[in-house]
């Protein structure tokens, strides 16, 4: 013979004065507000920094190209045409940050 039991529903006691869907929309709208305030202090341009170093002295094509807004194939003609020094580390190019800032200085010369 089966016996019929019967599960009593028990309410538990809330911990604070929220209904569950109140409680979650809250939070997604805190989440919302973080992630806003997160991307608005994002600063416009990339830095080419590196924690614990002033400067990095090695950039790679790609940071060359953000840094002057020009194409990779623009990078490769100022190495041809001398304007701009590459150091090869076994099959990767790298430039020097002190060669990239006196490249730097010379735009700007020639803006002015």
Same mark, same amino acid.
């Not at 094509?61 to 990078?75: H, R, S």
């Not at 490769?76 to 580390?89: A, P, Q």
């Not at 790298?94 to 020639?110: A, C, H, P, V």
């Given at each position: 013979m089966k016996e019929n039991v019967?599960i009593?529903?028990t309410?538990t006691p809330m911990?604070?004065?929220?209904?569950p869907?109140?409680?979650w929309?809250?939070?997604? &709208?805190?989440i919302?507000?973080?992630? =806003?305030?997160?991307e608005? %202090?994002?600063?416009?341009?990339?830095?080419y920094?590196?924690?614990?170093? =002033?400067?990095k002295?090695?950039?790679k !094509?790609?940071?060359? *190209?953000?840094?002057?807004?020009? =194409? $990779?194939? =623009?990078?490769?003609?100022?190495?041809r045409?001398?304007? &701009? $020094?590459? *150091? $090869?580390i076994r %099959?990767?190019?790298?430039f !020097?940050?002190?060669?990239?800032?006196?490249? &730097?200085k010379?735009e700007e010369?020639r803006?002015?």
């Amino acid at each position: 013979m089966k016996e019929n039991v019967q599960i009593e529903k028990t309410v538990t006691p809330m911990l604070f004065p929220f209904d569950p869907d109140q409680y979650w929309q809250r939070i997604r &709208l805190i989440i919302r507000e973080e992630v =806003t305030n997160v991307e608005k %202090s994002k600063p416009a341009q990339p830095l080419y920094e590196t924690p614990g170093m =002033t400067y990095k002295p090695l950039l790679k !094509l790609v940071e060359v *190209c953000d840094l002057f807004q020009v =194409t $990779k194939p =623009t990078i490769y003609d100022w190495i041809r045409h001398g304007k &701009l $020094k590459r *150091c $090869k580390i076994r %099959s990767r190019v790298f430039f !020097l940050w002190n060669d990239i800032q006196e490249l &730097l200085k010379t735009e700007e010369g020639r803006k002015d």
